[in-house]
């Protein structure tokens, strides 16, 4: 299959006119590099974006181990630079001076002031870096991961950075001649499997999520203090709808998300139903747009980074917000988009394979474990339903376990009518999950019972889990912000805020989305709400605040 870069290389490279050139000039600083300079550095962060104006430079991904692989040479006309740059991540690629090079350079603030202000050329320029990201990760740029190919933690940290788009290099240590010389270069046990080695050089032993975070540079210090105008907490669909609109009317805003962005949205198969996309969109294509389009706005972006609650009192300004770390943020009013939990049932040894063959979501890695196995999900609602319907591509057969007397009560019909038509899909009715087998983490059979009674056991390696969520509000205990009986947040009339129906109990604290009492959970409602809350936000922000 031909790679983005053979199919879309002149939308990746484009080549600017000398008038497109001038224009840049007004928002850029000249800079010269003398031969074998480096204009760009793997792991660093960047200056932004590099326009050349005159002489030669070469583009190359490179890794921990020092190798380097050229990508490409540039020449007038053409920009140095991908999303990094945007926002002053560290670089993902490195770029050197071939020859005396004169350049333009634009801070990562100037370059979102252009693709704003110069909206063809913008448009331009941000297809490119979009494009670019999306082949740095095509070609395995960024940090190696190391361990044998079922480790469950190797799929963690994978399924981490593919949540959030970031490029990635996975070998197998039981199999690559190249793994198996980095441990014994690094003289790694097994034991201390997987490894990861960031493109600084960095090595690390089976890493937390937010350790490896770190190590990469996709989230560094806060600054404590700076007065947000808004702190958003999640960048699910309605988190990042906030972000959007309220990064694209002026307001300082902080995003973050304790995993990925994108929420539960963001792991579908396949949304079929959002306005817009007649031929469908998978969840993660349709938030990384989203995140993107936030960025371009000067959304500042943690992630991950978790809020551990509030730390200022009901009726204190600005609002300080305490992290999980240890670290304090303020803002002048703060979203509650934090979404909701997936429900765990009580099946015994649950937590036993958790890490590894039990899953929450159905995403292009673990469709790809399935390949021809047999599968079982249980779940009736559109969720479970994409899941199945993307699974089936892959899977030699997928059991789907319902509680309920069928799918209709739950499942949209279209969703219904193409499991029907799949002949390697089955539906069980009033079945339940009773028991899981298996050792050292591996499923390697589930057993379930009918409502007659019959028990079936199957060998079935990955159970997906797609029976509904639970709100993600623990974090707010003690903030004065009330909660219903199941947990959601209570906003508008619920409270006393009968003008205001996303506002909360606490004044300056809104909640939207799944988190929400009484939202409806679909995407499109929540990308509603985000929007519909940030009128609600400069309205409170325009009061005078104590």
Known sequence: MPTVI?????????????????????????????????????GET??????????????????????????????????????????????????????????????????RAVIIAEAELGERIMRALILRRVGLIELGSGPILIGPAGDPNLRRLEGFLARNSHPRTVLDADKDAEARALLERFHVPPGEWPVVLCPTGQLLRNPTEGQLARCIGMVGPLNAEKIYDVVIVGAGPAGLAAAVYAGSEGLSVLALDCRAFGGQAGASARIENYLGFPTGITG????????????????????????????????????????????????????????ALYRRPPTPLLEQFEAGSIHYWASPLERRLCAGQEVALVGAGNSAGQAVVYLAGQAAKVWVLVRGEGLEASMSRYLIDRITSLPNVEVLTR???????????????VRWRRADGEEWRRPVRNLFLFIGADPNTGWLAGAGVALDSKGFVLTGESVGRDQDPLATSRRGVFAIGDARA???????????EGAQVIAAIHAHLATDLP
């Open 431 to 445: 079945t339940e999950v009773t028991g899981l087998e298996g050792e050292d983490g591996a499923l390697s059979a």
């Open 6 to 42: 053979e199919q879309r290389h002149d939308q990746m490279f484009p080549v600017l006119d000398a008038g497109e050139v001038q224009r840049l000039g007004h928002f850029g600083d000249r800079r010269s590099f003398e031969p074998g300079e480096p204009v760009l550095a793997v």
């Open 284 to 339: 993660l294509a349709l938030m990384s747009r989203a995140f993107n389009q936030a960025q371009k706005f000067g959304v500042e972006m943690a992630i991950p980074d978790e809020i551990a609650g509030f730390k200022s009192a009901p009726d204190e300004f600005p609002i300080r917000l305490g992290l999980a770390d240890g670290e304090e943020v303020r803002a002048r009013a703060v979203v509650i988009a934090s979404g």
């Open 46 to 111: 960047g200056r932004g974006l590099t326009v050349i104006l005159s002489g030669e430079v070469q583009v190359a991904r490179g890794d921990g181990t020092g190798a380097i692989h050229p990508i490409i040479s540039y020449g007038p006309g053409a920009f140095v630079g991908e999303l990094a740059q945007l926002t002053g991540r560290p670089a993902l690629a490195s770029a050197h001076a071939q020859t005396p090079v004169e350049a333009l350079i634009l801070s990562p603030e100037r370059l």
């Open 518 to 528: 009484g939202s409806i959970k679909r995407v499109a409602a929540a990308v509603g």
